[in-house]
Nanobody
Framework: QVQLVESGGGLVQPGGSLRLSCAAS????????MGWFRQAPGKEREFVAV????????DYADSVRGRFTISKDNAKNTVYLQMNRLKPEDTAVYYC?????????????????WGQGTQVTVSS
């Protein structure tokens, strides 16, 4: 079984920070890619950030570049998303996802394993 469990969401004021975690219970090998996506009410799920397990190749959506940082802990099979200088438009349910491509892809159709999501609300 492959399980992805997100945590760390919550309510934060504009300009604040949150750190999301995603723990993967399945085996993590060199061909694995871990990504973060988000979905706001009434909108489609969109790409946020991605990291490859083997080489640590990273990519970000333009909307979060310079504010968010994706990282991983190989020993814990965990990927993180550090979110700084949060804006109200960052409000969404954030999902971690796993693909077997080993490439830093942005297409959500490449990801076949998804976590349950964690709510991030940025509001004053």
């Amino acid at each position: 079984q492959v399980q992805l469990v997100e945590s760390g969401g919550g309510l934060v004021q504009p300009g604040g920070s949150l750190r999301l975690s995603c723990a993967a219970s399945g085996r993590t090998i060199s061909s694995v890619t871990m990504g973060w996506f988000r979905q706001a009410p009434g909108k489609e799920r969109e790409f946020v950030a991605v990291i490859t397990w083997s080489g640590g190749n990273i990519d970000y959506a333009d909307s979060v570049r310079g504010r968010f940082t994706i990282s991983k802990d190989n020993a814990k099979n965990t990927v993180y998303l550090q979110m700084n200088r949060l804006k109200p438009e960052d409000t969404a349910v954030y999902y971690c996802a796993k693909s077997r491509t080993g490439m830093p892809g942005r297409d959500l159709h490449e990801y076949h394993y998804w976590g349950q999501g964690t709510q991030v609300t940025v509001s004053s």
